[in-house]
């Protein structure tokens, strides 16, 4: 298996004036040590269930291209974009000069949003989660048409463009892969069997996990799409690699086909963590 690291918290010892270095020097470390992929939040706020939402966040495009610039091997996205956000056309431009800029190592990752309390803070329309989900599918649908030979309009019921022109091209081909992050097993997933080259699911026990790959599965055979072309994501941000379930529980995840677990960095020590997972870690993974 495969691994991502995900820059989640922003608070180092010094202060807000080193965040800019501990970005930097994470993701250097991180691809030395041979992460594949490197993820920031979308948010505005920090999350209220990990910390203040005082906290720094930064904006995620422009660290990510903050980091491109640091790096050349890491595939570099949100994890995950709210699709409130950022209009659709102009999320796919954005995507699309990260990949540019990057040489192609974007990736979209877009879910459907969540954190109400930014939302009306920061004067961002919050519509109701059915609405939400038509969005995103729309959204998707957008990026599609953005990353294609159509410039024509696109009419949907929330979303209206007159011209999907999108110039430069993305570097990847046949576009940037999109990441549905989530776990919703109704829409979530099912929007990830239609659209997604990439699933992030928001769960890492075994049992959980192989529930809801059955669940991408049905809905893949049910839209005609190959489930064994979609990459298989988990999440590792609240496993301790130190405790005695944790290669069990990573050899049964490699088992049930995931191919990537994301873990992520400690607050204040973002770059002795990264250091310390690779060396600790990555080698023995890379095995199963």
Not at 158 to 170: C, D, G, Q, V, W
Request: charged residues 20%.
């Amino acid at each position: 298996m495969r691994a991502g690291i995900h820059f989640w918290n922003y608070n180092t010892p010094d202060g807000e004036r080193s965040i800019a270095r501990a970005v930097a020097d994470t993701a250097a470390t991180a691809e030395a040590g041979g992460f594949s992929q490197f993820t920031v939040m979308d948010h505005w706020f920090q999350m209220e269930m990990t910390g203040d939402p005082a906290q720094p966040m930064l904006e995620a495009f422009t660290t990510l291209g903050f980091v491109a610039a640091q790096t050349t091997s890491m595939r570099l996205g949100p994890l995950v974009t709210g699709v409130t956000y950022r209009y659709p056309g102009l999320l796919a431009k954005t995507v699309t000069t990260l990949d540019v800029l990057s040489e192609g190592r974007a990736m979209l990752g877009l879910g459907a949003a969540w954190y109400e309390r930014e939302h009306h803070a920061l004067g961002v329309p919050y519509p109701a989660i059915s609405e939400r989900f038509e969005r995103l599918e729309e959204a998707l649908q957008v990026a599609e048409q953005m990353w294609s030979e159509d410039t024509g309009p696109y009419h949907g019921r929330h979303y209206r463009l007159e011209e999907t022109l999108n110039s430069p091209r993305p570097v990847s081909t046949p576009h940037p892969p999109i990441m549905i992050g989530g776990r919703g097993e109704k829409k979530t997933l099912r929007i990830a069997a239609q659209y997604a080259q990439i699933v992030n699911l928001t769960a890492f026990d075994p049992d959980d996990v192989a529930h809801l790959l059955d669940v991408l599965r049905r809905h893949c055979d049910a839209a005609g799409t190959d489930y064994d072309a979609i990459e298989k994501q988990a999440m590792a941000t609240r496993l301790n690699p130190t405790a005695p379930e944790f290669w069990p529980t990573m050899e049964r995840l490699a088992g049930l086909g995931i191919d990537l677990v994301v873990f992520g960095v400690r607050p204040d020590d973002q770059v002795t963590t990264t250091a310390r997972l690779a060396e600790g870690v990555l080698p023995r993974l890379a095995e199963l």
